[in-house]
């Protein structure tokens, strides 16, 4: 008998809006061969279109609003008890991985200490951090935007940069012609890195990423 492949990685995914970038890495676990599942997708808000997407796809879902709970430290534990519960089936030797892909809050200590966290991002990083990156880059008059994937510590976007790849800013770009077009280059961006890093791993030294 041949060897069985490996298990898939367990991911949570969080999102916060229409989830097209979700969509994509649920396209991507389609395939037997991409080496990852989403175990579940968690929101900051109910009823957003990413929830929909998962809920289509037959992906768990789960709902964790800040105005739920009477501080950030209350809601920061709650999310990552369900984040937690989604990936318990992650061996004890490998990271919990939570791929954030449009999720508008920052992470706090619980789900940072508990899990490894990919987030994608609408600029070249460290240019335009935060979530008006778009506006602020065209505002900016740069010439040349991307898309950045990195790790998630404390700061606003501030973790060591695993993937970047440039689009240019046409003349006439306006925030949502040029936001779609770098997101099309997310999804793909996005899809690759999650592969190779949940699967194959990396190391860090100092800032600098590594990949296996
Ligand atoms: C992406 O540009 C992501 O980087 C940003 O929000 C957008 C999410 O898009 N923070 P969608 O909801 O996946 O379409």
Redesign the pocket.
Known sequence: MPPSPPSPVPAVVL??????????LIDACDDPEYGVTIAAVGSDRPG???LVRAQGAGIPTFVCSPGDFPDRGQWDGALEAEVSRHLRQTPPDQPRWVV?????RLLGTAVLGACSVL????ALLPSFPG?R??ADALAHGVKVTG?TVHLVDEGTDTGPIVAQRAVPVRPDDDEGSL?ER??VV??DLLVRTVRRVLTRGYETHDRKVLLA
């Open positions: 999102v916060s809006g229409s989830g097209s970038i979700l969509q994509a957003v279109g990413g954030t892909a449009g999720f508008m987030n994608t991002h609408p979530t990156a778009v898309a936001h770098i997101k997310e999804r």
